[in-house]
Antibody, heavy 127, light 108 residues
Framework: EVQLVESGGGLAQPGRSLRLSCTASGFTFGDYAVSWVRQAPGKGLEWVGFIRSKAYTGTTDSAASVRGRFTISRDDSKSIAYLQMNSLKTEDTAVYYC??????????????????WGQGTLVTVSS | EIVMTQSPATLSVSPGERATLSCRASQSVSSNLAWLQQKPGQAPRLLIYGASTRATGIPARFSGSGSGTEFTLTISTLQSEDFAVYYCQQYNNWPPWTFGQGTRVEIK
C-alpha cells in the first residue's frame, strides 16, 4: 500500500525556519517525483514545490510565492523528501501535503500528475 | 499561468441524484486534467486523471469528460460518502500546477 506521511509541522514565529519531512512506503521512492501542495485554513489548494526523481535529473521547481525561501530535497536511501522553509511569513500558515508525482509522456511532452497524497501536517506562523 | 475556474461554488443534491460539476481552463490543457475529492479533515484523493480515467479503486459512478478548456465531473448516483469538496487540477502547463477553487457538494 502506498503511504506518504508528513511530519515536522508546528508553530513558528515569522522569520524563523521549519523543515517538513515526507516519509514514503509501499513503493520504490526513488522512481518517483515528489510535490508539495499547501492549503491555508478554509481555502483551496496551492502548489508549492516539486522535485524530480534522480533518473530525471533530480532538479526542483518552486512556486513564485515561496521561491528563494523554500527548498525541496530528497534522500532516496531513506525514502524521505524534505521541505525546508526559511523566512516564514504569516501567509505560509497552511496544511502542507506531500504528493507522489507520476511521470507520463503525452505526445512527446512530459507531464506529472499527483496520484497519492499524504495526510498533511499543519504549519502555523504566528508571533 | 493557467487559471482554473470551477462552477458552481456549491451544489445541493439529494442522495441518489446525479451531480454535474464544471471546470474551465483559461487556455487549452488538452486532456491533462485531474479531479480530486476532499472530505472534511482529510487529504485530497485523486479521482480522475487524463480528464476521464478513473484512478485505482474509484467507483464507476464517478466519470469525467471534456478536453481543451471545458471539463465535467459527473457523479451518477450520489452516495452519502460523496458529499465533499471537489477540485480540478491541470498538469499540462507546468510549473506551476494549478487548481480550481473547488465545488462543495452538499446534501439538499
Amino acid at each position: 500500500e502506498v503511504q506518504l506521511v508528513e511530519s515536522g509541522g508546528g508553530l513558528a514565529q515569522p522569520g524563523r525556519s521549519l523543515r517538513l519531512s515526507c516519509t514514503a512506503s509501499g513503493f520504490t521512492f526513488g522512481d518517483y517525483a515528489v510535490s508539495w501542495v499547501r492549503q491555508a485554513p478554509g481555502k483551496g489548494l496551492e502548489w508549492v514545490g516539486f522535485i524530480r526523481s534522480k533518473a530525471y535529473t533530480g532538479t526542483t521547481d518552486s512556486a513564485a510565492s515561496v521561491r528563494g525561501r523554500f527548498t525541496i530535497s530528497r534522500d532516496d536511501s531513506k525514502s524521505i523528501a524534505y521541505l525546508q522553509m526559511n523566512s516564514l511569513k504569516t501567509e505560509d500558515t497552511a496544511v502542507y501535503y506531500c504528493t507522489r508525482g507520476r511521470r507520463i509522456k503525452v505526445a512527446q511532452e512530459v507531464m506529472y500528475y499527483f496520484d497519492y497524497w499524504g495526510q498533511g501536517t499543519l504549519v502555523t506562523v504566528s508571533s | 499561468e493557467i487559471v482554473m475556474t470551477q462552477s458552481p461554488a456549491t451544489l445541493s443534491v439529494s442522495p441518489g441524484e446525479r451531480a454535474t460539476l464544471s471546470c474551465r481552463a483559461s487556455q487549452s490543457v488538452s486532456s491533462n486534467l485531474a479531479w480530486l475529492q476532499q472530505k472534511p479533515g482529510q487529504a485530497p484523493r485523486l479521482l480522475i486523471y487524463g480528464a476521464s480515467t478513473r484512478a485505482t479503486g474509484i467507483p464507476a459512478r464517478f466519470s469525467g469528460s471534456g478536453s481543451g478548456t471545458e471539463f465535467t465531473l459527473t457523479i451518477s448516483t450520489l452516495q452519502s460518502e460523496d458529499f465533499a469538496v471537489y477540485y480540478c487540477q491541470q498538469y499540462n502547463n507546468w510549473p506551476p500546477w494549478t487548481f480550481g477553487q473547488g465545488t462543495r457538494v452538499e446534501i439538499k
